[in-house]
């Protein structure tokens, strides 16, 4: 059975910084590229960052970029996000999940198994 559980999240000031966790189980870490989503209220997932099976590569989107930091150890079966210069609007529910794709990691159809999601919080 495949789990993926994040941790990390919490209450923090705009400005602030957070690193997100993800253990995984129950699968090949090493086989699957992995990805964090986030969903604010009333809004639909969206993508944040994704890294290759390797962690040689890395994807961003635009809005995180330059203040996010995506990694990986397959040693450890874990996945991690650095968040730097957090701002409200990074404000969301974020989920760690794994693929098997080797292309679009920015899309979330393509994504095989979920997290629960951990709560970020960053106040004005």
């Known amino acids: 059975q495949v789990q993926l559980v994040e941790s990390g999240g919490g209450l923090v000031q705009a400005g602030g910084s957070l690193r997100l966790s993800c253990a995984a189980s129950g699968l090949t870490f090493s086989s699957y590229a992995m990805g964090w989503f986030r969903q604010a209220p009333g809004k639909a997932r969206e993508f944040v960052a994704a890294?290759?099976?390797?962690?040689?590569?890395?994807l961003y989107a635009d809005s995180v970029k330059g203040r996010f930091a995506i990694s990986r150890d397959n040693a450890k079966n874990t996945l991690a996000l650095q968040m730097l210069t957090l701002k409200p609007e990074d404000t969301a529910v974020y989920y760690c999940a794994a693929t098997a794709a080797y292309f679009r990691l920015d899309d979330a159809n393509r994504y095989d198994y979920w997290g629960q999601g951990t709560q970020v919080t960053v106040s004005s």
């Open positions: 890294v290759s099976r390797s962690g040689a590569g890395t």
